[in-house]
């Protein structure tokens, strides 16, 4: 399994934006779903969000309708469209394939999102 590769973390005010991004060579021909996670420092990890291969998609109650998960399936990436950020959105987000066998993957490096009230 090819690890994830996570960017597009950042340092921004309450109420901005971001947009991270996550590759994973080979999710879309094997059939993946893909999750993104987040750690805050001291904290266990939480789901975030998730689409499945029908594109379906999921999401925690606290970013519903502020966060949206989609996918290019032709360049393998993952994304999070992060919109009226809170300080309690501050953590180190992850992504990773989920899924039988091949897909069945581990969460990545992360990328850090800080959000400044």
């Known amino acids: 399994q090819v690890q994830p590769v996570e960017s597009g973390g950042g340092s921004v005010q309450a109420g901005g934006s971001l947009r991270l991004s996550c590759t994973i060579p080979?999710?879309?021909?094997?059939?993946?779903?893909m999750d993104w996670s987040r750690q805050a420092a001291g904290k266990q990890r939480e789901w975030v969000s998730s689409?499945?291969?029908?594109?379906?998609?999921g999401y925690q109650e606290s970013v519903k309708g502020r966060f949206t998960i989609s996918q290019d399936k032709t360049t393998d990436t993952l994304y999070l469209q992060m919109d009226n950020l809170k300080p309690e959105d501050t953590a180190i987000y992850h992504c990773?394939?989920?899924?039988?066998?091949?897909?069945?993957?581990?969460w990545g490096q992360g990328t850090q999102v800080t959000v400044s009230s």
């Open positions: 990773k394939t989920f899924g039988r066998g091949w897909c069945a993957g581990d």
């Open positions: 080979g999710s879309t021909s094997n059939g993946c779903g």
């Open positions: 689409i499945r291969t029908d594109g379906s998609t």
